[in-house]
């Protein structure tokens, strides 16, 4: 599955590749939401993960736009564990879902597999439950 | 002694004089102003921002005027002394019968210093918000980095993927060392928030003062190598 991720703290950013990758996943990044907006072009993205805590335009506004383009693709958040409510307020703008940080290797495979569903792959879904053993 | 701005709102010939003896005991060096109603101090902060109103016998809406009025940091903009009936905590009441140039000098002081000491408070309170709220997010950041880096690491380790171990390690010393920078911060920023008078940090290879000669300092040479 081919996964942006949109995180401008490098080393969150790094470690979401490399657990996404240890799940099967290949990844893009970029810190910045024009940057994203550029490779959701150039890209099959199959899902986003954004960080609503971004510099410059929020990760709330910036999931407003992508809800306005009606790109059909599902956007997880991250947002700490005590930011909860940003969570609701992204939900109503269209999240798909949300993760909350720290997260473990457990939390993405659930996200990877809704994801999956999502898409109406099946066959994928069940892939990525085995993978690093299951729910 | 500083130099004060005061505005004497709405005198009365009875106590005119009173209040003008009471401003200059308490403040010699004073810039006295007298209007007519709250409304002629206006708002030109620069130009005519008094630090205490005197009122004489104000009616409710000047005397919520005053007391309620906010500077730009929405900070009280002004200490009140309200020379009447007392209107509530917020302003000094000093009722008639108590209306002599002592006794209104000591209760203009009290109210200036009252007001002052609130503002500091309210900027302390403020700023101790400021950093708690910043440190809840700056140090979560760098802290759920780590939780999650050592659950990668686990499973990693149990791959045996060594480029990925050295990486997540990186990881997790990177964002060590960014919770210790904001600690330190922190720590800088609650000490001088607690002492306003809280030392700079200076070079200290250089000397401000030669005490022998008298004149200004120069570096100091730099240290010989060898143990200490």
Known sequence: MNILIVDDHPNIARVTEVALGLLGCRTFTTGTTSEALRLLCTEKVEAIFLDLNLRGESGLEFLSKLTALDSGTPVVIFTAKNKCEYAEEAQRRGAFSYLAKPFDLDDLRRQLTQIEYFHGNREGALITQERWGSP | ?228
């Open chain 2, 1 to 228: 002694m500083r130099l004060l701005r005061l505005f004497l709102v709405r005198m009365s010939p009875s106590t005119r004089p009173v209040a003008l003896a009471a401003a200059r005991e308490a403040y010699p060096n004073a810039e006295v102003v007298e209007v007519g109603a709250m409304d002629d101090i206006g708002y030109d902060v620069v130009a005519r921002n008094p630090e205490l109103v005197v009122l004489t016998e104000p009616d409710t809406a000047s005397a919520a005027h005053a007391i309620q009025a906010l500077d730009s940091d929405g900070l009280p903009r002004w200490a009140v002394v309200i020379l009447g009936s007392d209107m509530g905590e917020f302003a000094e009441s000093v009722p008639p019968e108590q209306w002599n140039p002592q006794l209104l000098a000591r209760v203009f002081r009290s109210a200036v210093q009252q007001h002052q000491l609130m503002c500091d408070n309210l900027r302390l309170r403020g700023d101790l918000r400021t950093i708690a709220r910043r440190v809840t997010h700056d140090l979560y950041t760098p802290v759920g980095c780590i939780t999650t880096s050592a659950h990668v690491l686990e499973a990693v380790l149990f791959q045996g993927d060594k480029e990925s171990v050295e990486e997540m390690v990186q990881n997790v010393k990177n964002s060590s060392a960014e919770i210790a920078r904001i600690i330190d911060r922190v720590s800088f920023v609650l000490r001088a928030s607690a002492d306003p008078h809280f030392p700079d940090r200076i070079e200290m290879s250089f000397a401000s003062w030669n005490p022998t000669s008298g004149r200004p300092g120069r570096p100091w040479p730099s240290p010989l190598p060898g143990p200490r």
